[in-house]
Structures are given as structure tokens and as C-alpha cells.
């Protein structure tokens, strides 16, 4: 396939100011009129050809200011329309085409899902509707009209605003839409179809008002209450926080059965899986509901970072990704708790962009290169992305950064921009030189610092040995040294932070250590007492961290670290460095053995009211078996990491039953449901103690009673997923799986959960459970949810069930993806990706997926996005 270079970047020679679309919506056979207003670029030589994108297009017609264009002045193919010699430097050019939507399984382009038009249309969607300059650098004002019979489709929606709508002949009615923000093809949506509405309004800080819309299936509104609250709450928070209004006159939701990702930020007309819109507390957990919050507030501030501001080309997607994924970490951690939102941002960055980095598919968070742009909507593109605008912040400190964002949106607004234009508006406001600090845009890799210290009595002095280096990356060998910003205190023996004297070695400003070098060293003087380091503080820079302590000073700062990240940090270091002893004890044939002073200050932490209930849970968490994988590094035997996992989270159950049984019974929540972070708390708290006590003798009656009592999904998915994992094939766990099915055979989403938890269960046996659920009647291959729920949980959240010793798993899910791919090449490239740490595995498991890797490469005419994530996968 194509490479595509950042340093090839050209303006296009023409420029596409005015688009009108007609649609005649039919299911098999959409006709499309699109009428360009096309206009050839200022020192572009009269006469040079017009290459427009086109992919599976069927061309009806094509004229040129009216009239039709005589067959020797164009060439076309299905995936492309080239205008010979275009005749002026402005003219106007119609094409028809004919597209079929019911067909469209890659769901990509116009399609259908469940009777309801839709459309996706990035990254490279557009051109599936019609030939147009489909890149992101060519924005146009577009006017839409949309034609159908009523009956089936009564609501006609696209971008803006609505102009009119009107009856017609044979039961056909029209809509026609104006969006006046000039907007790249990518931001173009229609809606299409009979769907429910949740109607609400907002009201600008300016005093605009605004119409807001949730569209549902007929009869589920009420499930969209939440995601509308989300949604003003978003609003609100981007007018305080950013000084971003709204700016058209609606704002629409559409919820889609059938969609590839989460959602789409199209202008003034969301599209997203139903999955981040429908909730209730029998349907949702809490983490659907905090996932529908966050993903809700992320589409809605694209319009500003995304939409008015968009990306030169798709090098620049963390323009947009990065940063909107910053905002909606931010509106979460307002609205919720901000030390528990960042302990999860930290495991999840972690648990899904660290390999990633680490492994055969790493990447700068800006590519200079790529096959297949829809394969780098990548956790390094989003979420370090994130984290490198988090750093900025840090570095700059709050007002500054406030200051760079408002001239980011002054400068920019109505430019397709880059990353460089966004770390200039931070040098211009602050004076500062980043052009080390973007490095962190440039070069892959997760940098890895050691630290040791030392303090002298005699002194005074405190001193820190730092080495930074960063792990070479896929055609990255050599990197270059890094701006590390750390975050730091020094704690004294009553838990407040020592102040200090001269520091010498680096600089130091307002509690952040700023790092340049390959290795400082840095003194502090003036320090009376010995210090307890607390280093890299709210995780202020995304990077792997050796810190030479001794356990008593972590468990020290585990109980008294002002920073509450840091203070889960240095447990859930204590309980990673056990379970790493405890897997290498497995591997010698001898049984784990755990410090009673681990458990003892589980139990602490459990009991300690004055740490808020959410913060207890994530702590008490233990790190899962691919986070013990990921800290082991290579020779992976998931079986031998399970036995450690496991002995563990017995020896922690047993050192504190009566402890934790009796929080359970305090935890038991009355009153109202509330989904908010209080709420979700106390019941994240009590989940966790049932996962221990599941684990000691009556565990299953204890969880059957658990599952049997949940007035709530949260709950009652908790329930089931202790009775599946730990006591899988008991008369309990049966009947409860049972129950659940009956209870929701007709609630997809729900029916997600069932497969997930299934799916998700420990051992050899899944493989068989997963195989055989794929026939279930609520399972569907063409449906990614459900794929994502059964096939991709397997893959990516089953150690132990998906890497077989036999290579059982892999041989399965080489079949499936392939399977997967024949409908939607896109979901099967992204469900492909849970095989990128195959190296790290031990010999034999490591041959076994490579054989199937290399199975799945044989198969003939694979498409573009699976090939190149499996060639990368292996090179
Ligand atoms: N921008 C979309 C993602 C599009 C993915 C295309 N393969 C959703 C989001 O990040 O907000
Ligand atoms: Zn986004």
C-alpha cells in the first residue's frame, strides 16, 4: 500500500468554498447531486487537472457551470473523478452519484442501521458519497437538502441550521440545512430515519438560545435523560472554563445501534453509539454512566477544538484528539473527584497506550508516516496526546496555559492548523522555548527515568542521582534527551512537605523539577530532617519511573503523602513489586509468599474514613494481570502471573474477612439511586470487598446473594462477574447467567455485559464459552459492539483464557477477525491490535502467535487497515 509522509504536505490547487447537496434517499440506490463551487488556488497554472477522492463511487452524471461534460475532458474509477482541464479559475461543477447504504457494512460513508440513514465520515468517508477534495485542509459552507418518503423517515437531519422543510408528491417530504462555519468533509453528517426525541434548550452566556436534541429509538428517551444533562452541564463548563460559546441555533444527538467507534463530533450533529447515550441504573453501570459523561463533553468541545479549529491534514490529529481529550478529562475532574478521575486516567494511559508505546505499533503522538490513517485513532494520539498538553499546563502553570488557549482560539479560528501553530501560541504568551519540550509531539517511545537519593545528616542535603533514557521505537533507534516535567515533594516524618534552601542541579519552580539532561544531579540544601521523595506527583509526566526506595518509605507515603496520586501510587507499587515476586516464585515451582504488612495496610486503607470511598476502591484494585505483565516485561507465562494474582488477593481477603465484611454491610446503600461520583463510589468500594470475599470459603452463596439483592446494574454486573470468574460451573454462577439472559435477551446493550462477563472469565475453558456464544442469537459478527463485547474482551481482557499454552485463542481469533474483516475491515484491523505485545510472551505461546499472525497475512486480497496492522505487528 501508499505511504503517506508528513513532509509531502502541498496545498491543494483548487479550493472547494461551496458545496450543495441534494440527497434522494433510497435504500439500496441514494442518488447524490453535489454542487461545487470550485476555485483554482493563486499561482496554480490555468488548466491543471482537478483530482477528486472517490472510494466504491458509482458515477450518474457530471457538468461542468450547468453543462453536461463531454466524455473526453474527465477520467473516473471508483476512486477517483479527474476534471482534464478545468476551464476557468472559478466555476461551478455538479456530479451525481449513486451510492447503496442498506450494503455498506464497513460503515463508513451513508449507511443504514436498524432502518435509520446515517453517515460516518471520518477520516475518509466523505469521498463514499461523492467525489470531492476529501482531506481536511479544504473547508466549505455547506447546504444540504435532503429528499425521502415520510413515512419511513419523517426526521431529515444534517449540519447547521434548518432553512425549510415541505411536503411532496407520493408521500416524499424535504429538508434543507445551512451551516454557515466553512468545515471540513470529514464534519459532514446526515441523519435519516423514525426516531424519538429528548427535547431541552440552553442558553448561551451571550443570551443565544439553543434548541438541543437527543434522538432515540421511539420509546427510549427517557434513557437519554442523563447524556442531555451531560450535555449542558458541557456547555456550561466550556463557557467558565475556556471562554468557548455555542454558535449555532441547535445542537444534535443521534443514538446509532451500529457504529465503529464511540462517537462523532460532526458540526451541530452528533453521532454516537448508542452505548454513550442510553442509561438507566437497571441498564447502566456506573462506568457506563461516566463514560457517557466524558464522551458526551469530548464531541460537544470539538466544536471549538476540532470543528472551528480543525487539522491541516491527519499528521495533526492529536491537534484536535489530544487536546479535546485533555478538556474532557478536565470537566470530569470537575465534576466528579479530581485525585480518583486522575488515578483512572493514569491506570487506563497505562493499561492501553504504554504498550502500545512499548511495542511494535509505537508512533509519535504526531506520525510522520502512515498507511492507513483510520489506524491511528490510537491511544498514543488520544490519550498521550492528553498528557502532553497536561505537560504544557504544568510547565506553564494555569493562567499562562489560559492565556495560550485564548490566543490558540483567536489566532485560529477557521484555520486548519498544526501542531507547531499550537506550541507557538504558548512560546508567544509566555516567552519560553519549547522546542525540546516538543519532542514529546515528535519521537515514540515512553521515556524511562532511574532515581536514587541520598541524604546527609552532616549537610543538610538532599541529593538526587537522575538518569533519563528513552527505549528505541520502530525506526526510531536513536532518541534525542527529553524536557521531563516532575512534579515532587519532600515529605517529612509528619506527612507535610519539608521546605528547602538552594537547589542546585535543575531547575525547580513552584514543586515541579524540570529535567533536561541525561543525568542530573540535583541537591537540595537546608533540609534538617531526612526526606521521603515524592516523585513524578499527579503523574505530570507519562513516564516509566525506577525510584530506588525502601519499602517501609513507601509504605510510609502510601498512608501520608499530601498528593493522593501519589499516595495510590506508592501502594499500588508495593502491591506490583509483590506480585512480580510472587510470579517468579510460580515459575520456580514454589508457592507465593506475601509480607503481612501488605495486607495489614490494605485493611488500613479499607478502613480509613477520611479517604472518600472511590479513592479505597481503585487502591485496594489490584493491578491486573496485563499491568504485572507489562512491569515483567518478557518470558510472559499468563498462568503463572494468575496463581500470583490470585494468592494475593486470597492472602488479602483472609488477613482482613472480618474487616471487610463488615464495611460491606456499612456500604449497603439506601435511599436513592445516584449515579454521581458519591454514589458510584460507595458502590465501586463495596464491589471491590465482594471481589475479596468471593475469594474465601461461602464465597459463591456470598456473591449469588450479592447478584440476587442488586437493586442496580452496577451491582448486579458485580454480582455476576464474582459467581462467572470465581466459581465458574457452580449451580450459582449457572443459574444466575441463566437469569440474566432471560432478563435481558432484548436489551443489547445489556446483553453486551453478558458476553463481556463471559468472555472475560479466567482459564482454558473461555475459549469454548466464547466459540459457542458466538452462535447465540443476540450475538451478531456485523455488530461491533458485539463484537467488541465477546471477540474483543477475549482477546484483550482474558490473559490467561486467550493466551492458551495450546495457541487455541490465537487460532480462534485469527479465524474471527478474518471473519469480522469481510463485513468491516476497520473493526477487525482495531480488534487485530490485541496482539501487539506477542513478543513479550514466553517461546512457546510466542510461536503460536506469530503462526497465527502470519496465517492471517496469507489470506488474499486483505484489506488495507488489517494488513498494515498485522505487517507492522510482525516487522
Ligand atoms: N473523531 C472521532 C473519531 C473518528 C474515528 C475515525 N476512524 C471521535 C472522537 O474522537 O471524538
Ligand atoms: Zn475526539
Redesign the pocket.
Known amino acids: 500500500g501508499q505511504v503517506f509522509k508528513l513532509e509531502d504536505y502541498r496545498p491543494s490547487d483548487y479550493l472547494i468554498p461551496a458545496i450543495d447537496m441534494a440527497f434522494a434517499l433510497a435504500p439500496d440506490a441514494t442518488r447524490v447531486v453535489a454542487t461545487l463551487t470550485v476555485e483554482r488556488r493563486q499561482g496554480v497554472a490555468a488548466g491543471t487537472p482537478l483530482l477528486l477522492d472517490g472510494d466504491e463511487l458509482k458515477l450518474v452524471r457530471v457538468e461542468i457551470d450547468g453543462k453536461p461534460l463531454k466524455e473526453a475532458a474527465y477520467a473516473v474509477t471508483p476512486d477517483q473523478l479527474t476534471i482534464l482541464a478545468p476551464p476557468a479559475a472559478r466555476f461551478s461543477l455538479t456530479i451525481e452519484t449513486e451510492v447503496n447504504p442498506s450494503a455498506n457494512s464497513a460503515l463508513m460513508g451513508l449507511y443504514r442501521s436498524n432502518g435509520v440513514y446515517c453517515t460516518?465520515c471520518?477520516?475518509e468517508g466523505f469521498r463514499r458519497i461523492t467525489y470531492f477534495l476529501d482531506r481536511p485542509d479544504i473547508l466549505s459552507v455547506y447546504t444540504v437538502r435532503i429528499e425521502a418518503p415520510k413515512a419511513e423517515a419523517p426526521l431529515l437531519l444534517s449540519n447547521g441550521n434548518p432553512v425549510r422543510h415541505g411536503e411532496l408528491a407520493g408521500g416524499r417530504h424535504f429538508a434543507e440545512w445551512h451551516d454557515p462555519f466553512p468545515k471540513p468533509s470529514y464534519l459532514f453528517a446526515l441523519v435519516a430515519g423514525d426516531l424519538g426525541r429528548l427535547a431541552d434548550e440552553f442558553t448561551t452566556m451571550s443570551g443565544r438560545k439553543v434548541e438541543l436534541g437527543i434522538y432515540v429509538e421511539h420509546g427510549k428517551e427517557a434513557l437519554a435523560s442523563y447524556a442531555m444533562d451531560a450535555l449542558k452541564r458541557s456547555m456550561t463548563w466550556d463557557e467558565e472554563k475556556f471562554g468557548r460559546e455555542y454558535d449555532l441555533d441547535v445542537f444534535n444527538i443521534v443514538a446509532v445501534s451500529d457504529f465503529?467507534?464511540?462517537?462523532?463530533?460532526n458540526k451541530g450533529l452528533n453521532i454516537f453509539n448508542d452505548k454513550y447515550v442510553l442509561a438507566d441504573q437497571q441498564t447502566a453501570t456506573d462506568a457506563d454512566f461516566a463514560n457517557i459523561e466524558a464522551?458526551i463533553a469530548?464531541?460537544y468541545f470539538?466544536n471549538w477544538t476540532?470543528n472551528r479549529i480543525t487539522c491541516r491534514d491527519w499528521f495533526q490529529l492529536c491537534l484536535?484528539?489530544g487536546l479535546?481529550v485533555y478538556r474532557d478529562h478536565e470537566f470530569s475532574a470537575d465534576q466528579r473527584s479530581r485525585p480518583v478521575k486522575r488515578i483512572a486516567e493514569v491506570r487506563t494511559l497505562r493499561a492501553h497506550q504504554f504498550p502500545e508505546d512499548q511495542g511494535p505499533l509505537a508512533h509519535p503522538v504526531r506520525p510522520r508516516r502512515y498507511r492507513e490513517?483510520?489506524n491511528f485513532?490510537t491511544a498514543t494520539v488520544?490519550e498521550k496526546g492528553s498528557e502532553v498538553v497536561r505537560m504544557i499546563r504544568t510547565i506553564l502553570g494555569a493562567e499562562m496555559f489560559r492565556a495560550g488557549m485564548d490566543l490558540y482560539f483567536e489566532r485560529h479560528d477557521g484555520d486548519a492548523a498544526t501542531i507547531d501553530d499550537f506550541l507557538k501560541v504558548f512560546e508567544d504568551v509566555s516567552g519560553q522555548d519549547l522546542s525540546q519540550f516538543a519532542l514529546w509531539y515528535h519521537q515514540a517511545g515512553t521515556p524511562h527515568v532511574t532515581v536514587s537519593s541520598a541524604y546527609n545528616a552532616s549537610t543538610h542535603e538532599f541529593t538526587l542521582e537522575i538518569e533519563q533514557s528513552s527505549p528505541p521505537t520502530p525506526s526510531e533507534s536513536r532518541k534525542r534527551l527529553m524536557h521531563i516535567p516532575l512534579a515532587f515533594g519532600l515529605v517529612g516524618p509528619d506527612g507535610e512537605d519539608l521546605a528547602f534552601g538552594e537547589v542546585s542541579g535543575a531547575t525547580v519552580e513552584d514543586g515541579v523539577l524540570h529535567l533536561h539532561k541525561r543525568r542530573q544531579t540535583v541537591v537540595f540544601k537546608g533540609l534538617s530532617e531526612r526526606p521521603v521523595l515524592s516523585l513524578n506527583r499527579g503523574f505530570s509526566a507519562p513516564i516509566t519511573l525506577s525510584l530506588e526506595q525502601k519499602p517501609e518509605d513507601r509504605i510510609f507515603l502510601a498512608g501520608n503523602d499530601g498528593d493522593a496520586f501519589s499516595r495510590w501510587q506508592a501502594f499500588n507499587t508495593l502491591l506490583t513489586d509483590a506480585l512480580i515476586a510472587g510470579f517468579r516464585r510460580m515459575l520456580g515451582n514454589r508457592q507465593p509468599e506475601f509480607a503481612a504488612s501488605l495486607g495489614e495496610l490494605a485493611g488500613r486503607i479499607a478502613a480509613n474514613a477520611s479517604l472518600e470511598p472511590a479513592f479505597r476502591a481503585l487502591a485496594l484494585t489490584l493491578p491486573a494481570e496485563a499491568d504485572i505483565a507489562r512491569e515483567i516485561g518478557k518470558g510472559i507465562d499468563p498462568d503463572a502471573i494468575f496463581a500470583a494474582r490470585e494468592a494475593l488477593a486470597r492472602s488479602i481477603a483472609t488477613v482482613n474477612e472480618e474487616g471487610f465484611r463488615q464495611l460491606y454491610a456499612e456500604l449497603n446503600s439506601d435511599g436513592p439511586f445516584r449515579p454521581d461520583a458519591d454514589g458510584a463510589g460507595r458502590r465501586a468500594l463495596r464491589n471491590v470487598l465482594l471481589d475479596y470475599l468471593a475469594l474465601l470459603p461461602g464465597g459463591a452463596e456470598f456473591a449469588a446473594l450479592h447478584f440476587a439483592s442488586a437493586t442496580n446494574m452496577t451491582d448486579r454486573a458485580a454480582g455476576l462477574t464474582a459467581l462467572a470468574h470465581r466459581h465458574a460451573g457452580t449451580p450459582q454462577a449457572v443459574d444466575a447467567l441463566a437469569r440474566f439472559e432471560n432478563e435481558y435477551s432484548s436489551d443489547a446493550l445489556v446483553m453486551d455485559k453478558w458476553f463481556l462477563i463471559q468472555a472475560s472469565a479466567p482459564g482454558p475453558a473461555a475459549l469454548d464459552t466464547v466459540r459457542g456464544l458466538t452462535a447465540h442469537p443476540a450475538f451478531s459478527i456485523g455488530n461491533p459492539n458485539r463484537v467488541r463485547s465477546l471477540i474483543g474482551t477475549f482477546a484483550g481482557a482474558n490473559q490467561t483464557g486467550f493466551h492458551r499454552a495450546d495457541g487455541e485463542g490465537y487460532r480462534f481469533f485469527a479465524e474471527t477477525v478474518l471473519e469480522v474483516e469481510k463485513r468491516n475491515p476497520?473493526v477487525a484491523a482495531r480488534l487485530a491490535t490485541a496482539m501487539r505485545s506477542w513478543r513479550s510472551l514466553e517461546p512457546v505461546r510466542q510461536g503460536k502467535a506469530r503462526e497465527a499472525l502470519v496465517s492471517i497475512l496469507k489470506v488474499e486480497k486483505l484489506s488495507a487497515d488489517l494488513k498494515d496492522i498485522i505487517e507492522r505487528t510482525l516487522a
Do not use: F, P
Open positions: 460516518q471520518e477520516a465503529n467507534m464511540g462517537a462523532m463530533e464522551i469530548h464531541e470539538h476540532g484536535k484528539e479535546t490513517i483510520n485513532y488520544y476497520q
